[in-house]
Each structure stands twice: as structure tokens, then as C-alpha cells.
């Protein structure tokens, strides 16, 4: 089996809560094709949150690289895959890849990646962070929202642009929905200095959230942090040389680790180095449509080292979509899809629906 060709195709869709427009995210949908008439789909998620060159330009580059490579060999495709210039959109070419492979072998890709450990796992719906007092009961009911229209029963919060106006989120989010709803994570995208830090963390401990992510950006101050509080500390990491630094420096209890930014492929060796070093683990997110979900479920449900609910939940809020059938969240769980590969299907109207043309792409990027 030989690549044949490999099309790139720029879409445009809108995030929605409870009729509030957040944002309109940029996806990279990838089809590899094969001589065989196999063809593997992937997506590169929410493209403005990099520098990336446009999708005439990446499919270029990926036809010169990967034209004419046997996908079955993984080490050797993923070697090029990964050093693309544009790494950042190399998990859109990784999933395809696995999606391929997939159809090729017959199986779902949990299997390619060593079998299913778990069915589903619980998911951690969103609250961006807010600035004003005002804001505070519109958040309250987009929660009230999502428990009633969507099954959420655990939320994850971004705080640090005004922590005051957190502290009275939190406050407000106890008494209208009591202990009953889990609060993953506080997220401080890094706005905080070590001692702020963790005087806003022991203030807020008593509201009852299960670790603090990304509070300050210096791993130093970092493992201040982490040594001064009772709550776990966490921070995305996105290669294996960041990994070690972590470790080395002590700055995190867990690992936030996910498809973006390298695939399966980088995934799985952050996984390997965070068994080793005893690091607990859980499952980010860049805001995925439903193939980069199902990604996100197959490495979920492959992956023995998962330790909290996780944060894949794109197809609960954004409008529309690119696939057939998507992803299956009941009762605030995700499920891994079964069939081959991904498990999933594009829909090709869908799909021209949502296409965007190259000045567009230039306005956005």
C-alpha cells in the first residue's frame, strides 16, 4: 500500500453556549489517500491558536513528503509526520495516518495502540474565564445548561483575569449546585506569580476542586507552588524534552497531555516517561471537532495512566460539524467509537459546507 495523495481542507465553525457565540475556530480536515482506495481522516483543531501557513501550503508540503511512503510503515511516515516545519498541525496528519491504518488492519485504533482499557471516561465541560461581576450568573447558567441539556456532572474553570471576581464564581457555583458537581480543575493559564499563586489557591480550596493547572509559566516558581499548597499542581506538556524538565525541576504533580501537537504517536512516549516518573496523568484539549474527539477517545480509552476526567468536549458547543454520525457523550461520559479506525465518517456535504477559501484563511491567520 503507497500514499497516493493527501488533501488539506481549511473550515470555518462557530463555538456556541446557550445561544452565545464564543468564538469562530479554524480546523485543517486531512484525508490521506492510498493506491489501495483507502483513505485515512484527521484534523488539525482550532488552527488560530498557532502561527500556521495556509492550508495550500501544507498540503504542498505534505504531498512532497509523503507521496509515495508505505503508511504501514509508522516509524518512517511518523518520522516525517513529526518534523514537519508546521508541527503544530502534525496531529491532523497523525490521525489520519492511525485512522488509515486502522481501515487497513480492520480494527478500531485503540487496538493499534495496544487495546481498550476503559469503555468511557467522564468529561470536564469548560467555564472561560471572566473578568466582571456581571458575567458571573450568565456562567452559573450556562452551567444549569449543560447539566440539564447535555448530562455535564464536572466542569473545569480558566481563572486569573480578575481573581476576585473567581472567588465569587466559585461561591456562586456551590450554592446553586452544591457539592454534587465536581470541579476538575481551576486553570491559571499562567497570569499568576508563584506568591499569588498560592494564596489564591489556599483561599479557594475549600470550594472543593481536584488539582490547580498552569499557574505560573516559570517551572521554578511552578515547584514553589506545588511545595506551598495541598492541591495537585498540573501543566500541559507537549514533548518529551519538556516532560523531563518538569521531573527535573519537581514543578508538577500531572500531566496534561493530548492529541494536539504531535498525535498518537508524541502522546504515547508522554505517557511512558509520566508512568515512569510516577507523574499522574490526564487528557487535554484544544477544543477538537468530532474527529479530534474520537482521537482523543481512542488515546483515552488505550491509555491505563489516566487518573482524573478528562477534557475532551468540542462537539457539546460547536454549531456544526464535518462527519456523518459523531462521537457519543451520554450522562457527561465520552465513549470510544468502535468500527475501523476513527470510527467515523466525513460527510462530504458537511464538509463543502464549511470550506473556506484562501483569502478568508488570510484574514483569519
Known amino acids: 500500500m503507497i500514499i497516493t495523495h493527501v488533501e488539506v ?14 468564538a469562530r475556530s479554524l480546523f485543517y ?17 482550532d488552527i488560530l491558536h498557532h502561527e500556521a501557513p495556509d492550508a495550500s501550503f501544507v498540503a504542498k508540503r505534505a ?46 485504533i485503540y487496538k ?38 447535555r448530562g455535564v456532572k464536572a466542569i473545569r474553570i480558566y481563572v486569573g483575569a480578575n481573581p476576585e471576581v473567581d472567588k465569587e464564581l466559585l461561591k456562586a457555583l456551590r450554592d446553586a449546585f452544591g457539592y454534587g458537581l465536581l470541579i476538575r480543575s481551576l486553570d491559571g493559564s499562567n497570569r499568576f506569580t508563584a506568591k499569588k499563586a498560592i494564596r489564591f489557591i489556599k483561599e479557594l480550596e475549600r470550594y472543593e476542586f481536584m488539582y ?13 507552588v506545588r511545595r506551598a499548597v495541598d492541591t495537585p499542581i498540573s501543566q500541559h ?21 493530548s492529541i494536539s501537537g504531535g498525535g498518537f504517536y508524541r502522546a504515547k512516549k508522554l505517557f511512558m516517561i509520566a508512568e515512569a516518573a510516577g507523574i499522574e496523568c490526564v487528557v487535554g484539549t484544544t477544543q477538537e471537532l468530532n474527529i479530534g474527539t474520537a482521537a482523543q477517545a481512542h488515546l483515552i480509552a488505550s491509555t ?62
Request: hydrophobic share 40%; with cysteine; glycine share 10%.
Open 9 to 22: 481542507f481549511p473550515i470555518i465553525t462557530r463555538r456556541i453556549i446557550k445561544e452565545r457565540v464564543y
Open 29 to 45: 480536515i486531512i484525508k490521506i489517500h492510498t493506491d489501495e482506495g483507502i483513505v485515512g481522516i484527521g484534523e488539525a483543531s
Open 63 to 108: 504531498n512532497r513528503d509523503l507521496v509515495g511512503k508505505d503508511p504501514t510503515d509508522l516509524h518512517g511516515v511518523e518520522g516525517l509526520i513529526q518534523g514537519f516545519s508546521f508541527a503544530e498541525l502534525s496531529e491532523g496528519f497523525d490521525i489520519a495516518l492511525h485512522d488509515l491504518l486502522g481501515k487497513f488492519y480492520r480494527v478500531p
Open 112 to 149: 493499534l495502540l495496544g487495546g481498550k482499557v476503559r469503555e468511557k471516561i467522564l468529561i470536564a465541560f469548560p467555564l472561560w474565564v471572566i473578568s466582571k461581576d456581571e458575567e458571573i450568573n450568565r456562567k452559573v447558567e450556562e452551567v444549569a445548561y449543560m447539566i440539564e441539556n
Open 212 to 224: 490547580f493547572e498552569s499557574p505560573c509559566r516559570d517551572l521554578k516558581d511552578m515547584a514553589e
Open 237 to 257: 506538556v507537549g514533548s518529551p524534552e519538556q516532560a523531563l524538565e518538569m521531573i527535573e525541576n519537581r514543578s508538577v504533580d500531572i500531566f496534561n497531555i
Open 304 to 365: 491505563p495512566n489516566i487518573h482524573y476526567p478528562c477534557d475532551p468536549a468540542g462537539p457539546l458547543f460547536y454549531e456544526k460539524d464535518v462527519v456523518k454520525e459523531g462521537v457519543r457523550f451520554e450522562d457527561g461520559e465520552l465513549y470510544v467509537p468502535e468500527g475501523v479506525g476513527l470510527g467515523l465518517e466525513i460527510d462530504e456535504e458537511r464538509l463543502k459546507e464549511l470550506l473556506i477559501g484562501f483569502q478568508e484563511q488570510e484574514k483569519l491567520l
